[in-house]
């Protein structure tokens, strides 16, 4: 396809365009509308034919079933009730093995090194 001086490559079969935005966000990108465009024409098909190539969490069906069930929300901590042995137990650090700590060396400079000081002038 070619837009504005622009060449894109779009395979329709594999789902596929070269300006990689329809391959990672699954959504039809200029290219492809392009493409589609020059298959059907301006005829009915080609309106259907777009939202055949959208993933189907970008169609409204979706978005309505995703929302359709209420979400309960979280009551503020004054108003939890927590069981008396969860309150009771007490949760310990995981462990920690300190042989897989990295070893601290002393750096010693060499003879032809500069020692830089560390003060601010």
Known sequence: MFDSGVTAKVNLLERSCSCWKFDLV???CEYVIAALRANYGDDVGYGNSI???FLPIYKFKTYLLASSKAISIVPPEAEWTVPQEVQDS???PPSYDYKLERKKVKYTKGVGEIFKSKRRK
């Open 51 to 53: 939202y055949e190539y």
């Open 90 to 92: 007490k949760i310990s």
């Open 26 to 28: 699954k959504m039809p």
